[in-house]
């Protein structure tokens, strides 16, 4: 599908001609999600490279009526920023301007800045980001904002909500809202920038950020533990959380299927002699060295089989590496059907029984990978062996979750990827809310469609004409 005769030539005189990427060679990595099932066929990808030019692009393409999908680092796992056939993609990798922090730790940064740029400006001045994830050196900080990521270190900080100070926007029609350097204190009204938090390009496209940088522990250590139960990893963290002193930075958990099939991806030596079913990856940090505290908790916690502790920065790496490697592996061995699920705190075994159950009632022989951040009850499900019944085990394992309270996602968002399943997670009243704000934000929808909320009806009876 084309675009409007004459919008993309007007789109080439505000960015540039070599900015517009119409050849299906260009725009083949921007049209095709991260894990590779998902593809569109865009009418063109456009690389704004500044918030003017951003303004522009989306006032044309409004005015005509040309659907648009915004994109970051297109490593989102629920294809979000996947074009449908048609759709212009407007890619804000370029917006990757940098301030440096103040001495409060705040700085702004363009929204196609990655995770790992922030990260190294942070270690430069003495400051530390409070949101990481594997992907970092592709995910954007406006990606990331629009999916408002979680990752390893929200048991400690929380997730990309609780890092931002404030925002700057610009509507579907090209109108520029700045909301970055707002008073610490403003009840006036709704709160713009926090509605585009985990908005998934639906709303608007968020153009530069406001961050709030923490300080970073001086000393860390990190212990990864063997259990032969998840309730005794459960109990531990617990135990973990409570102390006083260093404090509790991360909480991981692998399972013995995942982590061989790491090792063997690696190519490296398994942690443990004896493989244990349930590996817990605890990280602490404080201004005191948190080896002490970190003995203390695996020498009460209930069941430990074995563990091994790192506290220099090599050894560390190390331990993290068995799961940061967990996705990339999975990329490469499948690409599996994949979940990202939250359980009620109390129902984590019974959840993961009833996860297998149900994916074992669709694919007797599939196999599940499981990992995950267990402060927040927070799994990624990974199932392997069912690619002919992609959609049957998603709709099993997913019914099976909100059965028990949970939610279909977690972190990743809903996408095009999970859409048919948002009624399982939000009531109808809230998706008719879910609507209305849409709606007056985007009033002729056209950011993002079909991403986050199911076609209405009438939509779909649209698109087939
Ligand atoms: C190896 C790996 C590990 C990961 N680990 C985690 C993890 O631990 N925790 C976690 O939460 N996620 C994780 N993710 C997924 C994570 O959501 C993305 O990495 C990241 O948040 C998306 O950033 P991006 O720039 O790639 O966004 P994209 O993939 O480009 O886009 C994601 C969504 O945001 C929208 N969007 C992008 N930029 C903007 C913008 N400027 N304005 C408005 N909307 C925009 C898009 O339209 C789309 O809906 C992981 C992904 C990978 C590949």
């Given at each position: 599908v084309d675009a409007p005769p004459g919008l993309l030539s007007d789109v080439a005189a505000v960015v540039g001609p070599a900015q517009v990427l119409v050849d299906p060679a260009l725009t083949a990595a921007y049209d095709t999600d991260w894990t590779g099932l998902f593809r569109g066929r865009s009418a063109a990808v456009v690389r704004v490279g500044s918030t003017s030019e951003l303004s522009s692009v989306l006032r044309l393409c409004g005015a005509a009526g040309q659907p648009v999908v915004l994109q970051g680092g297109?490593?989102?796992?629920?294809?979000?920023a996947t074009p449908r056939d048609g759709d212009v993609i407007v890619s804000l990798?370029?917006?990757?301007h940098l301030s440096d922090p103040d001495a409060g730790g705040q700085l702004t940064v363009g929204a196609g800045t990655t995770l790992a740029a922030v990260q190294e400006r942070a270690r430069a001045f003495g400051w530390e980001f409070g949101v990481d994830l594997a992907a970092r050196d592709s995910a954007t900080i406006g990606g990331m904002t629009a999916t408002n990521a979680g990752g390893v270190n929200v048991v400690r900080h929380g997730s990309m909500r609780a890092q931002i100070r404030g925002l700057e926007f610009v509507l579907a029609d090209g109108t520029v809202i700045d909301r970055?350097?707002?008073?610490?204190?403003?009840?006036?009204?709704?709160?713009l920038p926090d509605q585009l938090i985990g908005s998934e390009g639906t709303l608007a496209a968020i153009s530069r950020i406001r961050l709030q940088l923490v300080r970073p522990p001086r000393h860390r250590a990190v212990a990864l533990i063997g259990f032969d139960s998840l309730a005794a990893a459960v109990a531990t963290v617990q135990l973990a959380r409570t102390g006083e002193g260093p404090q509790l930075q991360a909480a991981e958990v692998m399972f013995a299927p995942g982590l061989a099939l790491v090792c063997a991806y690696l190519r490296v030596a398994a942690p443990f002699a004896q493989p244990p079913q349930v590996v817990l990856l605890l990280e602490f940090g404080g201004s005191l060295d948190p080896l002490g505290q970190l003995a203390d908790v695996v020498a009460k916690a209930?069941?430990?089989g074995d563990a091994v502790v790192a506290d220099d920065s090599a050894g560390r790496a190390r331990l993290w590496r068995y799961r940061e490697a967990h996705t990339e592996m999975l990329a490469a061995v499948g690409p599996p059907v994949k979940l990202d699920v939250a359980l009620p705190a109390g129902l984590l075994t019974e959840g993961i029984t009833a996860m297998e159950q149900a994916a074992h009632g669709v694919v007797p022989d599939s196999q599940l990978v499981v990992f995950g951040h267990l402060a927040e009850a927070n799994l990624h499900v990974n199932v392997l062996g069912a690619d002919h019944a992609r959609e049957q085990i998603a709709d099993a394992v997913l019914r099976a979750v909100a059965a028990l309270?949970?939610?279909?996602?977690?972190?990743?968002?809903?996408?095009?990827?999970?859409t048919g399943w948002l009624g399982l997670s939000r009531s109808p009243a809230e998706v008719r809310v879910l609507r209305g704000i849409k709606r007056a934000w985007d009033p002729a929808s056209l950011?993002?469609?079909?991403?986050l909320l199911p076609a209405e009806v009438s939509e779909m009876n649209d698109d087939s004409h």
């Open positions: 297109n490593t989102g796992l629920v294809a979000g990798r370029r917006l990757a970055l350097n707002r008073p610490a204190k403003d009840n006036t009204g709704y709160d209930p069941g430990v309270g949970g939610s279909i996602s977690a972190e990743h968002g809903v996408g095009r990827a999970k950011l993002a469609a079909g991403v």
